[in-house]
C-alpha cells in the first residue's frame, strides 16, 4: 500500500475560491515537503513542516502539519491560474536513510 | 545560480540502445538521487548516492545503473533501454544533514 497518501487525486476550482489538499502517511513523518510541478516540468519546492503544529505559508500558500495524524495539509487561499500543476507532498520517514518518498500528487486545475 | 542539470531533456530511442542520461549540481551536495514519474504512480527512487562512490538501490533500480565519480554528477545509464522504461526522469541534490531536494528540470525518453 501506498506509504503517502494524497487527496484528492484531482481538482477543478473557480478563480478565487479556496481549496486544500492533504497528504497523510501510514508511518512516522520526520519531516514533510510540498512541492508544485507545472504539467511535465521540475519540481518547486514550496515549504517543509518538521513539527507538530507546525504552519508555514508563501504567498497564498498555506501548510500545516498535524503530527498525531501524521497528516499535512495545503490550504490555497482565492485561488488563481498561476496555482495550477501538480501538488506533490514528500516525506523523510523513519528508517529512511534520509531518501524522501512521494504521494502520487493532486492535479489542480483553475478555471478562470 | 544554484541548480541541477540534466541532459539531455528530450529523447527518444529504439530499445536496446545504450544510453546515458548526465546529471550536475554546482551546490557542492553530497546526496543525489534519480527519480522516475508515470502517470498514476507518482515519482518513485531508482538510485541514490549519499557521496562520491557511495551508491546505493531505490525502490525500483532495474534496467538501470549509476556510477557517482565525482561529487557533482550523477549519471543514469540504460544498458539496454526497453519500453517500459519510458518516463520522466529527474534528477536531485541535497546537502548532507538537510532534507530539501532541488531537483533537475526533467528529462523525458521514450523508447520504440
Known amino acids: 500500500s501506498q506509504e503517502l497518501e494524497q487527496s484528492p487525486q484531482s481538482l477543478i476550482v473557480q478563480e478565487g475560491k479556496n481549496l486544500t489538499i492533504n497528504c497523510t502517511s501510514s508511518?512516522?513523518?520526520?519531516?514533510l515537503y510540498w512541492y508544485k510541478q507545472k504539467y511535465g516540468e521540475g519540481l518547486i519546492f514550496l515549504m517543509m513542516l518538521q513539527k507538530g503544529g507546525e504552519e508555514k505559508s508563501h504567498e497564498k500558500i498555506t501548510a500545516k502539519l498535524d503530527e498525531k495524524k501524521q497528516q499535512s495539509s495545503l490550504h490555497i487561499t482565492a485561488s488563481q491560474p498561476s496555482h495550477a500543476g501538480i501538488y506533490l507532498c514528500?516525506?523523510?520517514?523513519?528508517?529512511?536513510?534520509?531518501?524522501?518518498?512521494f504521494g502520487k500528487g493532486t492535479k489542480l486545475s483553475v478555471k478562470p | 545560480e544554484a541548480q541541477v542539470t540534466q541532459n539531455p531533456r528530450y529523447l527518444i530511442t529504439v530499445t536496446g540502445k545504450k544510453l546515458t542520461v548526465t546529471c550536475s549540481q554546482n551546490?557542492?551536495?553530497?546526496?543525489m538521487s534519480w527519480y522516475r514519474q508515470d502517470p498514476g504512480l507518482g515519482l518513485r527512487q531508482i538510485y541514490y548516492s549519499m557521496n562520491v562512490e557511495v551508491t546505493d538501490k531505490g525502490d525500483v533500480p532495474e534496467g538501470y545503473k549509476v556510477s557517482r565519480k565525482e561529487k557533482r554528477n550523477f549519471p543514469l545509464i540504460l544498458e539496454s533501454p526497453s519500453p517500459n522504461q519510458t518516463s520522466l526522469y529527474f534528477c536531485?541534490?541535497?546537502?548532507?544533514?538537510?532534507?530539501?531536494?532541488?531537483f533537475g528540470p526533467g528529462t523525458r525518453l521514450t523508447v520504440t
Open positions: 536531485a541534490s541535497r546537502r548532507t544533514g538537510t532534507y530539501e531536494q532541488y
Open positions: 551546490m557542492n551536495h553530497e546526496y
Open positions: 508511518k512516522t513523518l520526520y519531516g
Open positions: 514528500g516525506a523523510s520517514l523513519r528508517g529512511s536513510q534520509g531518501n524522501l518518498i
